[in-house]
Structures are given as structure tokens and as C-alpha cells.
């Protein structure tokens, strides 16, 4: 349940504090005060996508906070508190398109607080109608009211499963011309790569070696030189050779000190080290072997790999891999007719099982249609539509994503005509009260303990709207509900009234949203009956339509 609604530098709201009650909630004021905003806060809060649009003018933030209660008891266990204790729920709405978003104060993210969004509270607005009109939901509304998910993913396996079979046999499947020019190039490529030889990591050891004939004469003089540095030659002595000379002029004092005796040591150990040094220079030394034209040989060799590497790669290793492809490409269009063959049998399977899959979860829809349209005709009767027919139409399809079924809703408004699509003959009105009774009737089976209702009494007046207002005060018994309305019916049912003003002050406009007590919303029910002349006769139809919610909710405890 949702207790506390905080918004700040909300459009034009800028702070309001909103205290919900359980029962039914309603929020009434005159078009553009910011009734609308009041709702959008409450998205925004539960991870919906919104805009920096949504930020007060003037300000760099906005920041949204609800409070709720009663929270079930898996979401509670998930965010590390019990069923009896409160869930705050925090979003800040940058103006550089930042979002930072808590959950009990702990950092979370935007698709954090969308799960837990749709699990706390469902929104139902005044064009959420217009789905019933997009044939494509009908199947999804009852998928999700027979609970069907489990036969579906069961599908969905081995529906995949089929249709991964048919792409591999119609990629087999070609004529015989298409079937030789593909083996021709399939040979080509496989020849002319296997004539490279190429072996993984050449062309790093080609590019060193190249590097080296390049500069060969400056290796050699260096190393050369290094070497005579360290070994000298017959006429001169090297570093080596005076550093043996340095340590037999210690030698015969370094038992006479212990301090002569540490440098001794230390002179052994460069020297050791000097010498391994000096033996690695003789033997670069001594491996600098190649022939004149091997650098050209080299150049060739990195050539004719960048050339590959243009058709079939950007390195040797790639190129080896499509080597590979090829010649199981070529072993596979050689082998296709048995291999189509053994494909064929698994499909033929695959589709029996798809199909025996498919046959199950339309069986499941068609008992869950049956069910569906006996609640909804039943809600609809509670909202003063008792003569209006209600059916779910199947129709037998090939086997898609989403089974075997055509699922179409059918309905008459009038008696004595026949069964039509819903867009064809349902009015606004209509179409308002059916999705009432869709929402309660798949409300129903979930945990979610808020309501939401936006402007969803569009097209309804009079009785109808007498109707919809007790069926709201209905719902609110098992689930709060908030529901944004110009109908004094409905605001006449609530057990909680708000009221939503736009004013300004200071050149700027501000909104603010008051709780009424029984005279303000008196006057408040006059004001959405007659408009802003308020009489004493308009005032006592309020009263009047006061006292009748009084008795009807009365008649619900």
C-alpha cells in the first residue's frame, strides 16, 4: 500500500507531500492543475521511462520518494526487511539526464526500481482502452490471466528448436548450379590458402625479423662493440678481465676484514653476473647468419600475407579459421544430401514435438477464455452492462512465436446483434468499463496492493458512472485504489479526497494538492457538477451524493 507521496520540482509542481489511505483515494481538480503530475511523479518513482522535460523550469533536479506498507512478503525478504516493515522508494531526475535512485537509502538502479514498480503498484490510464483495440494484446491479456507462462516457455524451446532446423536445411537446400559455383569457390579459396601454409604467429616473428636485416649493420656494430667492452681481444683487456684482476687484489685481504671480505663477495657476484652477460653478446654475436637476399625474401613473404589478409582476414590466425569454415562448408554441401536427409527426420520431430507443445497451451487458453469472459461478463454486469455479450475467438494459425492460436475478442453492446471485434463496435465509454473489468479481473491474481486509475472514466456519465464509482469502491476493499477523476460519482465514493489547484505567486505557477474534510468536498462535488458557479441547490445534490456513497460503502464493510 502506498502511504506517502513526496515530490519536489515536479513540471509545475514544486514540493507537495501526498498522505494516502487505505480504500479509495481520489484526486480531483480543474484541467491542467497538475492532477496528471501527481501520477507521473508516482511512475517516475517506480522506474518508468520519463524525460529531464519533467524538471521544474528553473531548477537542475527533481526528486520523487513514496512510502509503502504491507509490502509482500517475497519483496520484503529481497530487500532485507520484514512484510510489517516500510519500503522507500527515491528517484533524483538530473537535468543532465543523471538518475540516482534508492531503495531503503541503499544505491539502486532505474531497472531496480521498475521490478519492483510493477510488483507494488498497477497503473491504469485513460488510453491504456485503446490496447483493447490492438487485436495483437487480446492473446497476451489472456496468457496473463490463464497463467500459461510455464507452457508457453515450453513452446517457445521447442518452436526454436524447429525453426534453428529449417534455417540449416534451407541453407543446404540450393539448385545444382548455385550448388557448383558455391564448390568452385569453396576449392578456390581452400587451394589458395593451403598453397600460403600459413602458421599461427608468422607474421609477428616475420615483422621482428625484418625489423632486424633492417637494421643488421647497427645490431651488429653494437653488439660487437659490447662484446669487445666487456672480453677486449689479444691486445687489450676487457671489463671481465679487470674485474678477475680486481678480485685477486682483494683476495688476499678479505679474510683479514670482514668489511674487505663483504666487497670481495660483492665483486664476486658482478662478476658472475658480468660474465653470463659477457657469454649472451658472444653468442648474439655469433648467431647474426643471414644471406643477402633474405630480407627480400621476408618483404615477399609479409606481402603476399597482406594480400591474404585484404580477402580472408585481418591476421593469420583469422585467415586459419576461415580455412577451417571453408572446408567444413565444402564437407557439408558434399555431404547435403545425407545430411539433409538426417535433417529432415529431426525436423519432422522437432515439429511433432512443436506441435504436441502448441496443442497443450491452446487447450490451457481455450479452459482460461472460457473462465475469462465468465468474470468479465460478470464485472461487467456489476458496471451496468449485464445485456452486453463478451466471447474469446479462436482461430487455428501455423505455428508462430506465440503458438497455434488467433486470439480475437469478441462482443455485442446491444441485443439481438451479433458478436464483433471489439474496435468495431465498442464506443469510448464502453471500452473505458471493459477495461475496468479486464484490469480487476487480472488484478486479481497478482499481489500488487495498489491501484492506479488515470482519467479512466472518459466517455462515462450518468449511471454508468454511478457504476463504475461503487465498482471502484469494490476494488478498494481488497486493494487500495487512487484514481484521478472529473466525475463527482466517483469522487463522491472516496474514502480519501484530494483536491489539485494551480495558482500563482510571484510571477510563477505553483501547484498544490489538499486533503478536503467533508464541507470542502461538498463544495468541491458542486464545483464538478455545475462548474465554477457554485448554488445552494448544487450544493445539496452534493450532499446528496455524499450521503449515498456513505450508505453504499457502508453496505460493502
Known sequence: MLNLLHIENIAIIEQADIVFEPGFNALTGETGAGKSIVIDSLSAVLGQRTSRDLIRTGSEKAFVSACFSRVPAAIAEDNGISPDDELLLQREIHSDGRNICRINGRPATVAQLRMLGTALLNIHGQHDGQQLLDEEQHIQYLDSFGRVQPLLDAYHLSYHKLTDLQKRIRSLQMDEAEKARRMDTLRYQIAELERAELKAGEEEELTSRRNFLRNSEKF????????????????????????????????????????????????????????????????????????????????????????????????????????????????????????????????????????????????????????????????????????????????ETDLTESGMDAVQFLMSANAGEALKPIHKIASGGELARIMLAMKNVLSEQDQVGTMVFDEVDTGVSGRAAQKVAEKMARISRQKQVLCVTHLPQLAAMADTHFSVEKGERDGRTYTKVTLLDRTQRRQELARLTGGSHVTETMLSGAEELLHQAEEYRSSLV
Open 220 to 395: 651488429i656494430s653494437a653488439v660487437s662493440e659490447a662484446d669487445y667492452c666487456l672480453n677486449g681481444d689479444d691486445t687489450s683487456s676487457g671489463a671481465l678481465s679487470l674485474l678477475s684482476q680486481t678480485q685477486g687484489a682483494l683476495s688476499a685481504i678479505r679474510h683479514l676484514d670482514e668489511s674487505y671480505g663483504a666487497l670481495y663477495d660483492r665483486l664476486a657476484e658482478v662478476y658472475s653476473e658480468v660474465y653470463d652477460l659477457a657469454d649472451t653478446l658472444r653468442d648474439r654475436r655469433d648467431s647474426f647468419d643471414f644471406s643477402p637476399n633474405e630480407l627480400d625474401e621476408v618483404e615477399g613473404r609479409l606481402d603476399q600475407l597482406y594480400r591474404l589478409k585484404k580477402k580472408y582476414g585481418p591476421s593469420v590466425e583469422d585467415m586459419l579459421d576461415y580455412l577451417e569454415r571453408c572446408r567444413t562448408q565444402l564437407s557439408a554441401i558434399t555431404d547435403a544430401d545425407d545430411t539433409l536427409i538426417d535433417l529432415e527426420r529431426q525436423r519432422a520431430a522437432a515439429e511433432k514435438k512443436a506441435r504436441n507443445d502448441a496443442e497443450k497451451l491452446s487447450l490451457a487458453r481455450h479452459a482460461a477464455a472460457e473462465e475469462l469472459s465468465r468474470q468479465i461478463l460478470s464485472e461487467l454486469t456489476q458496471l451496468d452492462m449485464g445485456k452486453i455479450r463478451f466471447a474469446v475467438d479462436f482461430a
